[in-house]
């Protein structure tokens, strides 16, 4: 059986204006055209479609039955055409991207209300997920793109990324911390405290065991959390220093808290990455677009200003 779309469309068309003349016309047809699309139809089914008089044009009962049946299809199609288009068009639609919760509470957040802004019906949908699952989302094409923040470069065999910013890792502590007269503080003073940070799911762990190791540290308990809020409360009831990235891009410790940038500087890099040899859709490089320029909107990082100017928690 062969059918075309035409064929479909044009039998729809007769059969809702019951005449092949007005029929041609919505087609910009003769009527002679309009009535050999029908009979090619009616020849590929093997079912007669019309009961045709000198007057007028009936559905017959399998016509009437095609009829409803094809509408409804027809009629989809062009609703999902339609669809398909608005996504294409790069400020509507919907698209994915995989962050983890840390950076989802900030930057990403951030990301989402300039995309709202710019393309108010665009819908940019956020999957918080531990970095690893970022990842493998990515990489599986069940998000259009992801964010995630590395210590070192990601393998080029799967993934396009971008680096939207960098950010130091800092100390944070009470005032009173023997540490917080320092500028900045050795990787070195680090063993004589207990230390609080973020877990493997923002990328941190591995910077953290990255400098350790540089630096002949020993490997020792940390406390890691989800989120920058946990580990500030832990420093704040005297558990331990914590380890944190500190930058506008970041969630601020708490007020109660001073900050100083370890050294040598350890840094971690913010990535904007999908997978490599696809093109993004429109509508999501428009997103991406948005994220990436984001970056360069915010004030400078705290690795940027003067040390005198880093919070002192005053």
């Not at 840390?102 to 531990?130: H, M, T, Y």
């Not at 964010?147 to 680096?163: F, K």
């Amino acid at each position: 059986m062969n059918v075309s779309l035409q064929q479909l469309k044009v039998f729809v068309a007769v059969a809702r204006e019951r005449s092949f003349t007005r029929a041609a016309r919505e087609f910009d047809l003769t009527q002679s055209a309009v009535s050999r699309c029908v009979r090619e139809l009616e020849d590929a089914v093997e079912l007669k479609l019309f009961d045709r008089t000198t007057r007028q044009v009936e559905l017959t009962h399998a016509g009437a039955s095609l009829e409803r049946r094809i509408g409804r299809l027809l009629d989809e199609i062009e609703l999902t055409l339609r669809e398909e288009r608005a996504a294409y068009d790069g400020h509507t639609g919907v698209v994915v991207l995989a962050s983890n919760p840390v950076l989802s509470s900030s930057w990403v957040a951030q990301g989402l209300a300039r995309c709202a802004s710019a393309f108010p019906e665009l819908i940019v949908s956020v999957k918080d997920q531990p970095q690893c699952s970022v990842l493998a989302s990515v990489e599986q094409g069940e998000v259009d793109f992801g964010v995630v923040s590395v210590a070192e470069p990601l393998p080029a065999d799967q993934l396009h990324a971008q680096v939207v910013f960098t950010t130091p890792l800092h100390v944070v502590m009470p005032p009173a911390h023997p540490l917080a007269r320092q500028a900045g503080v050795a990787w070195r003073a680090l063993q004589e405290f207990a230390l609080v940070t973020l877990n493997a799911d923002a990328g941190v762990r591995g910077a953290f065991e990255l400098a350790f190791s540089a630096h002949g540290l020993k490997r020792r308990p940390v406390q890691e959390f989800g989120h920058v809020a946990a580990v500030s409360r832990m420093v704040e009831l005297g558990i331990g220093i914590g380890v944190l990235p500190v930058d506008e891009h970041w969630p601020t410790a708490a007020a109660s808290l001073v900050s100083r940038p370890l050294v040598p500087a350890m840094n971690l890099t913010t990535l904007l990455v999908h997978r490599r040899n696809r093109s993004l859709r429109p509508n999501a490089a428009a997103a991406w677009a948005q994220f990436a320029a984001l970056a360069d909107s915010l004030p400078l990082s705290p690795c940027n200003i003067p040390r005198k100017e880093l919070h002192d928690g005053n």
